[in-house]
């Protein structure tokens, strides 16, 4: 049986409240036992990917760039697209279950595409958008997941 993918998606820059959180969003991908993908560069994307890691999770980073040392260090597997931000639909694509956290036009993209593949996008941190599942903490977060991913 092929494993659960679950994206995780925000911004390149993030404040600590943002990092830790995200951070706890990689241990619970982890936890569930799905593979996490993200964008593979810093902010939200190196915090989940830290937090993936520190549960023996496995990391997919795809990223905008040629270069595979673009990546952050807890990427396991690096795929450089060299697309630019259109790697975006490529982030939403690979996973089965979108977690959005704090992030700017990139990450609402990603939202976007979410919503039009038809994907469950779990909002934690203000995306307000019809369609979106909202919770308020990363605890909400789990039980959703679980609930999608029918564990």
Known sequence: MRKKVIGVIGGHTCNKEVELIAHKIGKIVAKVGAILVCGGLGGV????????????????????????????EFCDIVIP???????????????????????EYGTLSEVA??????????????????????????????????KLLEI
């Open 45 to 72: 994307m190196k915090a989940v990917c830290q937090g993936a890691k520190s549960e023996n999770g496995i990391t997919i980073g795809i990223i905008t760039s040629y270069d595979k040392n673009d990546a952050n």
């Open 81 to 103: 697209s060299g697309l630019g931000y259109a790697r975006n639909v490529l982030v939403v694509q690979a996973g089965d279950i979108i977690v959005a956290l704090p992030g």
């Open 113 to 146: 595409y979410g919503l039009q593949f038809k994907k469950p996008v779990i909002s934690l941190g203000g995306w307000d958008i019809p369609g979106v599942i909202e919770v308020k903490t990363p605890q909400e977060a789990e039980s959703k997941l679980k």
